[in-house]
């Protein structure tokens, strides 16, 4: 027995040796200075081209800068670009001044022809090329800094196009091995911070000393991933981490944090809104075909009080098509919540009166608000209009929504949407456009890709014409497109989600761009600031 | 045929048959991503791009080609060792592969030998005092750990030391203001061979977690086989003329029991360790360790079929290697087993 005694005596040495180990401060070594910002998701590429995630387009935009960015009020503001573009008479070439004694990480100098090997690598090989490709036809260089894009015909949008992160340049010289493929793991670009190190779920970012302009705030920046919300909430709120950005966090832990921010223990910073979430109806299915019946859904939705329960009121709802920073429309262009109208409207259609109109409604199983809005929804109407309509619920896994979404299987389906750069167009264009109409059906388009099969001539021609205009002429023209949309109702937008990140006390506020993206650099230790 | 030569004749079979094997699995792992709905272009794409940009990438993924072709060129790059590319990113699976599989075999490894340490200790107090109180906990442990979910073991775990106690850290594999070392992969050994005293720290306070849960988990059923198998082998004949010999109770424990009663552990340790190399997945989830079975479960949200594939393939091919290394040892070890 004394053997086992013996056994039993290591093992607890070992595990109570073990404990000790652990205790000796699992507080993170902040011996490097570096903030430490955490979220959730690997950062499988750096490389601009192959960006098409929230998180790398985050990180590629610290690393790099864009001809031009859309400041927090949502103007244009130039960056490597001197000026405004400038748009030739026949609308089909934008020249674009180029800033000097710009640097890329590897010493070597910014210019039209960096600018241009950058864009027509993206056209080549991009991910989300698509976005450019049937527009940008050429890329000239007729001086060092001064870069003229031919169009394939007239395109106001492309000012906000020129924002995307995708076309931020990188150097030609570290690339030319990388011409036609992607390199994941480097960046070479001209932003405020180079990169230190790199895996997907680590990085390390240090200040550029030849950045162009004002120069990053803080010695560095860490990136780390942590897979679970509540993960995340725990580690911002043990200090474990130093910045927390809320892409993926669950509401109710938002809801938390939001509170906490409050109570001055933490300090939150709020983007704008690039986000909407929407519900897509089949208008070619025997059941929604019926304008009124679309109506009296849109009329049935009751957006605060889904926000309210899904979200803690921390989603915004939403009337319109367009994110509010977009400024297109100063008035909610979708139908307000009113359940006499909606039961108006669908007694006028047959139902009500022992006659229960059922709507299968689809959620991506794997967004877990998608979910609690469908639930929500589902409840309100029972409570609302029981007599008059059922919602029933299937979720379905998101890829497989995207699939079977041309397919025309879904009769009403939850999505959301963020438009490819900030642009009211890259918000409409997506969701309602249409190549081929008949009878107000769309045959070929956008509108078939998004599950609507909605057509109207007359929106297509004023999101034609707006390409066309500049200016207010160009608005009044998306406004248009929104009032004809918010009439057929082949889409209820519901809620706009803005992008939050919350830093400890002793840093400075998160502050967002205007395309909700955080700015690293002007995160500060208060001392230092002072 | 003496048992050298007979050995030798399974051993052969079962590499032989590895390849068949591992065919089999591969093929329906192709055939199955196939059948499900969705396709690269689709988790790559969104809602988002016209059938002209999705077509466009779908032939630049190679997804356009007959799925019998598409089937020939990955059956013919896996007999020449090419897993090839990650569809989401275009980086080859093989080093994708290789940067993940040190973290998942250093999280099982450690989390196999304290489930042993646990379940052996357990096991051992059981047998010390049988059908005592100290035996019916160990017990209750043993069929406690089966049932607990993991998931939910694994977030009060991570509560209690990290956010409550605050001892350790909450996920990850290093802390992040240090410098993964270059090496092998592993950052245990590779921080040992630099002589970086603050990366082993570091790296081991990240493994607690992790490997105490997972640890803790399996533990029950090392117990549970050892109390079992000590108590079979405690009531035969050569441990009754032991002791009727007059041989030490602790010296016929611990040389003549013993052995026989950690020959089935040695077994589910094997499986465990290859299983777990692939199939840790809510602990790594919830720890945010960056391990294969994370990496699979991500590939099949993004329908990367050469990665899923890849991964599946590895997996195996190490299931396959690990059951015949041990079934070999234990030939070695018990002169009783025929083959």
């Known amino acids: 027995m004394k053997l086992i005694n013996l056994f039993l005596e290591i093992t607890l ?3 109570t040796l073990a404990l000790l180990f652990s205790q000796t401060s699992c507080t993170q070594q902040k011996s490097n200075n570096l903030i430490t910002i955490a979220s959730k998701g690997k950062i499988e590429s750096l490389d601009p081209a192959q960006a098409n995630k929230l998180l790398s387009i985050q990180l590629i935009s610290a690393l790099g800068d864009t001809l031009y960015r859309v400041d927090s009020n949502g103007k244009l503001e130039p960056r490597l670009a001197k000026e405004r573009p400038k748009l030739s008479n026949d609308g089909k070439t934008i020249s674009i001044p180029l800033r000097e004694n710009v640097f890329f990480h590897d010493g070597t100098h910014f210019d039209s022809s960096a600018m241009s090997f950058s864009i027509k690598r993206f056209k080549e090989i991009g991910t989300l090329n698509y976005i450019i490709n049937d527009r940008i036809i050429d890329i000239e260089t007729p001086e060092k800094f001064l870069l003229l894009i031919k169009l394939s015909r007239p395109s106001s949008s492309i000012n906000g196009l020129l924002t995307s992160i995708n076309l931020t340049p990188i150097s030609p010289s570290y690339y030319s091995e990388y011409k036609d493929k992607f390199l994941n793991n480097n960046i070479i670009s001209t932003g405020p911070y180079k990169l230190e190190n790199y895996s997907p779920e680590r990085i390390s970012l240090k200040p550029f000393e030849k950045y162009w302009d004002q120069k990053a705030l803080n010695s ?14 725990s580690a911002i709120k043990t200090s474990q981490i130093d910045i927390l950005l809320s892409n993926s966090i669950e509401d109710g832990h938002r809801l938390s944090l939001n509170k906490s921010s409050q109570k001055g223990l933490l300090k939150e910073g709020k983007g704008p809104a690039m986000q909407i979430g929407y519900i897509a109806f089949r208008t070619n299915s025997e059941l929604l075909n019926k304008q009124k019946i679309r109506q009296a859904l849109s009329y049935s939705l009751d957006r605060e009080l889904i926000s309210k329960q899904v979200s803690y009121g921390l989603r915004s709802p939403l009337r319109s098509l367009t994110p509010p920073i977009l400024q297109i429309n100063s008035t909610h262009q979708w139908p307000k919540y009113n359940p006499k109208i909606a039961r108006k409207l669908f007694k006028e259609t047959g139902y009500c009166n022992n006659k229960l109109l059922s709507i299968p409604l689809t959620f991506r199983s794997n967004v877990p608000s998608d979910k609690l809005l469908a639930l929500t929804w589902q409840e309100q109407i029972k409570r609302d209009l029981s007599d008059c309509l059922e919602i029933s619920l299937n979720g379905v896994e998101s890829t497989t929504v995207y699939k079977q979404l041309s397919d025309g299987i879904y009769e009403a389906v939850i999505l959301e949407w963020t438009g490819d750069y900030p642009d009211p167009y890259a918000y409409l264009s997506p969701l309602l456009d249409c190549k081929k109409i008949k009878n107000n059906i769309c045959e070929e388009g956008e509108a078939v890709i998004g599950g609507t099969f909605w057509g109207n001539q007359e929106l297509q021609d004023s999101l034609d014409k707006s390409e066309l205009l500049v200016g207010d002429e160009r608005l009044n023209e998306l406004r248009k497109v929104e009032t004809i949309a918010a009439k057929g109702l082949p889409i209820i937008p519901v809620w706009n989600l803005n992008p939050r990140a919350w830093a400890q006390p002793n840093l400075t506020q998160p502050k967002f761009d205007g395309s909700g993206r955080l700015r690293l650099d002007k995160i500060t230790n208060n001392n230092e600031q002072n | 045929m003496n048992r050298t030569r007979s050995l030798l004749k399974y051993s052969i079979t079962r590499l032989a048959l590895a390849p068949i094997m591992l065919w089999v699995i591969s093929s329906l792992v192709f055939l199955l991503l196939r059948v499900a709905p969705g396709d690269p272009v689709d988790a790559i794409l969104g809602n988002r791009a016209d059938s ?13 080609e007959p799925l019998i072709n598409q089937y020939l060129n990955y059956i013919n790059n896996l007999m020449h060792g090419d897993l090839g590319q990650s569809l989401n990113n275009q980086e080859s699976v093989s080093k994708i592969i290789a940067k993940t599989l040190p973290a998942s075999i250093e999280l099982g490894v450690a989390a196999i030998l304290i489930a042993l340490l646990i379940g052996i200790a357990v096991g051992f107090t059981g047998i010390a005092k049988p059908e005592g109180k100290t035996d019916l906990a160990g017990r209750l442990f043993g069929i406690g750990t089966y049932a607990l979910p993991p998931f939910w073991i694994a977030m009060l775990i991570q509560i209690l030391f990290s956010v409550i106690l605050g001892w350790l850290p909450i ?36 493994l607690i977690l992790p490997a105490g849960t997972l640890g803790l988990l399996l533990s029950g059923i090392f117990s549970r086989s050892l109390r079992v198998n000590f108590e079979k082998i405690l009531n035969t004949n050569y441990i009754e003329a032991a002791e009727s010999r007059g041989i030490k109770r602790n010296n016929i424990i611990f040389y003549h029991a013993l052995p026989n009663a950690l020959l089935p552990i040695l077994t589910i340790a094997g499986l465990t360790i290859a299983s777990l190399i692939g199939g ?26 050469p990665m899923v594939q890849g991964i599946v393939v590895v997996v195996s091919s190490l299931v396959v290697s690990i059951s015949l290394f041990i079934d070999l040892l234990i030939a070695c070890i018990d ?3 025929k083959y």
């Open chain 1, 13 to 15: 040495k070992f595990i």
């Open chain 1, 220 to 233: 560095g920046i860490n990136y780390i991933n942590l897979n679970t919300s509540s993960s995340l909430f």
């Open chain 2, 52 to 64: 002209a940009a999705r077509e466009a990438l779908r032939i630049k993924l190679g997804l356009n």
């Open chain 2, 171 to 206: 996920g990850g594999r290093l802390s992040p203001t240090l410098i993964t070392p270059q090496g092998s992969g592993f950052i245990i050994l590779d921080s040992i061979k630099d002589g970086n005293l603050i990366v082993l720290t570091s790296s081991l306070k990240h």
């Open chain 2, 280 to 305: 840790a997945l809510l602990i790594e989830v919830t720890f945010s360790w960056p391990g294969l079975a994370l990496g699979l479960q991500e590939a099949i949200n993004q329908r990367d079929y």
């Open chain 2, 335 to 337: 002169p009783r087993i």
